[in-house]
Structure formats: C-alpha cells, structure tokens
C-alpha cells in the first residue's frame, strides 16, 4: 500500500518555473515506478512524466519535453516534477500516481497503469 500527498502547486505567470512534491508512505515506495498526470478543466487526465524503477527511464508527454524534469529522491520517499517554462496550457490538477516496477515505457502512459493516486495540486499559468 502507498500513501501519495502532492504539493507545491499555486500560481505563476508564463515563463515561470515550479517544483511539484509527492511524499509517498508505504513499504512499498523504494521499487514503485511513479508517474505525474494532469487534468485540465473539463478533459481528461493525461499523462505528463513517469520515472521507472527498474531502470530510471523518464518518458515524457510530447507537451512537456525540453520542460519538465521529473526526479527522486528515495532517502525522502518523494518525486518531484520540476516545470520550467510554463504555458497557459500547463494549467491543470497534478496528480501524482505509483504503480509496479517493472512495466514497459508505453502502458506507463496509461492511467489504468498505476494503482495509487494522490489528491492532487492546482497549477495556474498566467498569460
């Protein structure tokens, strides 16, 4: 069982960075793959990063790229998202999810993927 509680959301202006928290509890953290997805006021949610256990590969959405890092830290039980040069279009609820390690890099873009979420951090880009 995990436990996931993100943090760091707020409002920004275009052009400008934040850095998204996800403290995770639960024994099994350390070999969970965590994921980062966003939804948007009346869409879906999408998926934004992942960060994969087994390996440490990072697939990104095609909007975030060259933008957004997301990162671990095992010691703090925590993921982070760092989002530079922000866009209106960025505007969405982040959500922070966890799931097994060892899936492959496309199923990790697929929100049936991951079996623990988070509430979720407001992000405002203005323009």
């Known amino acids: 069982q995990v436990q996931l509680v993100e943090s760091g959301g707020g409002l920004v202006q275009a052009g400008g960075s934040l850095r998204l928290s996800c403290a995770a509890s639960g024994r099994t953290f350390t070999n969970s793959t965590m994921g980062w997805f966003r939804q948007a006021p009346g869409k879906d949610r999408v998926f934004v990063a992942a960060?994969?256990?087994?390996?440490?590969?990072?697939p990104y959405a095609d909007s975030v790229k060259g933008r957004f890092t997301i990162s671990r830290d095992n010691a703090k039980s925590t993921v982070y998202l760092q989002m530079n040069s922000l866009k209106p279009e960025d505007t969405a609820v982040y959500y922070c999810a966890a799931t097994r390690p060892g899936y492959g890099l496309a199923y990790l873009s697929r929100r049936y993927a991951y079996d623990y979420w988070g509430q979720g951090t407001q992000v405002t880009v203005s323009s």
């Open positions: 960060l994969r256990w087994t390996d440490g590969s990072t």
